[in-house]
């Protein structure tokens, strides 16, 4: 405006009145490109004189005067552009500390990368985020991650994909479809195992109900009291952790369904079912003294579901046939029966608990041979997961007091597999350095219950045979499991709370549905070049002609070029 208004006062006469049309400021709303429309825009400027003439580019132009003077000049206006998601300004915006699009919650709801496991493929978060007036995403954009996979997992590609005795390390030829350079959210590293804790806890419940109860352990002088204290504690627990695990399956229902076509993550979805039966089994006198008998059917049917699924896969054969996919994790759902048969004499069950008593038994008996032979890899477990072995005084522990309750004392049938429980726990109490020297996780809580059990079935047959050393052993039992139970529980809440380490990203159920590439390719490369069978194929193919000769001329090049040159 400046420039071309100078042009104009030297080029007319200065003693001339000049009064120029000033037209209104127009309002400009980041268009794509303003240099370029403003600068060419502004070269052409109106002005007009008294004398009707109207100049352009600083030059009179009457042809365009009764235009221009009657219609004012279309104004020139800039419509506003969506910014796209990728552009600088906001890319730079990401990277200021204190600006509102840097929020972490709201990073976590733009992240499309967890996607394919999310419930509803993350359109609930897009319509909260449209209500914070979220600005449009371009239509052509892709999500970022990895693609839904709708189809459940076969079991093949759980062992192949992943190797060690539990199936949680990927082998170096696999890709996980989640992102590895990040902490994935909560809910998706929050695993079926952590109803460990539950366990843990609510068994100690009934250990100290019983150490208040029983005759041989009056001298101790212990309150009930102790017991509402710790039931009240597991309540807690199982609230909780089953509430997060709930919602797990309500937004994340991928995961869950991963973790339960696991052949060995498959056996923690009995320990939710185990820990209420354990709060029924230890819930305090001054509660209730008798359970209603619906309330055991109602607890069992899970049980039964579950089994009539894993057992049968354990006896049909396939990849999840037993001397495959042997664990001990696999003791959760054989201690699920006798907890059971457990629960239901003390209601006065007759058939129902016996039922479940034999079916444990049978499952029980081949498990143990089974994992004794370790069958299935011949590996070592390594040092992290050794407080599973533990496992293996639970079930003859459980079954002990089952048998005595469902008998009516602890006879020799109680007795068998309570004195197999104490030899296995003191071959395994020796062994000091087969469980130190490994990091803290939530497979110490393996631990707990087992010894817990046969704590409780020690005080069962102190009062059947009442000396000084069931007594003694007794006591040394409840304070060994009483101080692991309260060491453990306070290192679950440091690393969960204060460390916050006690849920890594959990890469068993971040498998892809694929098989690697290089696999395919070194069979494609092997199948065209390490066969001889190919290569005469492909001599065939080079001699064959369209007239349709036959195959041993095609065979036989000599023969075939003689008969063409005759």
């Known amino acids: 405006m400046g420039s071309d208004t100078a042009a104009f006062e030297n080029q007319t006469d200065e003693s001339q009145p000049i009064h120029l049309q000033r037209k209104h400021s127009v309002y400009i709303s980041l268009p794509p490109c303003p240099l370029a429309e403003s600068s060419k825009k502004a070269e052409k400027v109106l002005f007009k004189e008294d004398g009707e003439k109207t100049f352009v580019y600083g030059n009179p132009d009457s042809s365009a005067a009764s235009k221009i003077v009657d219609t004012p000049p279309k104004q020139v206006k800039f419509h506003p552009q969506p910014m796209a998601k990728g552009t600088a300004a906001f890319e730079v915006a990401l990277d200021v500390p204190n600006h509102p699009n840097n929020h972490p919650s709201l990073k976590k709801l733009k992240d499309k990368r967890y996607d394919s496991f999310k419930t509803w493929s993350g359109k609930l978060e897009r319509q909260i985020t449209n209500l914070r007036v979220r600005p449009r995403e371009d239509s052509t954009e892709k999500t970022a991650g990895a693609k839904a996979e709708k189809d459940a997992l076969p079991v093949d590609r759980y062992l192949d994909a992943l190797e060690g005795p539990e199936l949680e390390t990927l082998r170096p030829s696999e890709q996980i479809v989640l992102p590895d350079d990040s902490t994935w959210p909560f809910l998706l590293r929050f695993p079926i195992s952590s109803f460990g804790i539950c366990l843990g806890v609510s068994s100690q419940a009934i250990m100290w109900k019983t150490l208040a109860t029983s005759a041989s352990t009056k001298f101790l002088h212990i309150s009930i009291d102790v017991n509402l204290v710790l039931w009240c504690i597991a309540v807690a627990l199982v609230v909780i952790i089953g509430s997060i695990y709930l919602l797990k399956m309500i937004l994340y229902f991928e995961a869950v369904r991963r973790e339960y076509g696991h052949p060995i993550r498959v056996n923690f979805f009995f320990a939710p079912w185990i820990a209420l039966l354990f709060l029924a089994i230890g819930m305090p006198p001054s ?267 095609s065979l036989h090049p000599t023969t075939s070029s003689s008969d063409s040159s005759h």
Request: hydrophobic share 50%.
């Open 287 to 553: 509660l209730a003294e008798d359970l209603h008998a619906a309330l055991w059917y109602v607890l069992m049917t899970p049980f039964l579901i579950l089994e009539l699924k894993i057992y049968g896969q354990w006896m049909s054969g396939g990849q999840r046939r037993l001397s495959k996919v042997a664990n001990p994790t696999n003791h959760l759902s054989i201690v699920g029966n006798f907890v059971g048969a457990l629960l239901g004499a003390s209601m006065g069950l007759k058939e129902g608990p016996l039922f479940f008593f034999a079916v444990g038994l049978a499952h029980y008996t081949v498990l143990f041979v089974t994992l004794y032979q370790r069958l299935p890899t011949n590996q070592t477990i390594p040092k992290e997961l050794h407080p599973v072995f533990f496992l293996f005084v639970a079930a003859p522990s459980v079954a002990s007091m089952a048998w005595a309750k469902i008998q009516g004392s602890f006879d020799h049938g109680s007795r068998i597999p309570y004195f197999t429980a104490l030899f296995l726990y003191f071959s395994l109490a020796v062994r000091v350095n087969f469980f130190r020297g490994f990091k803290f996780s939530l497979s110490w809580w393996a631990y707990t219950f087992p010894m817990t059990g046969a704590a409780i079935a020690t005080i069962r047959y102190s009062n059947e045979v009442t000396n000084v050393v069931t007594q003694v052993l007794a006591v040394i039992f409840s304070a060994v499991s009483t101080l692991t139970v309260s060491a453990l529980l306070v290192s679950t809440i440091v690393h969960a709370f204060v460390l916050q380490d006690l849920f890594p990203n959990d890469i068993a159920i971040a498998i892809s549905n694929r098989k690697p590439r290089q696999h395919h390719q070194r069979k494609w490369f092997d199948l065209r070049r390490g066969s001889s069978d190919e290569k005469e194929i492909e001599h065939y193919l080079k001699f064959t002609n369209s007239d349709g000769k036959d195959i041993e001329s």
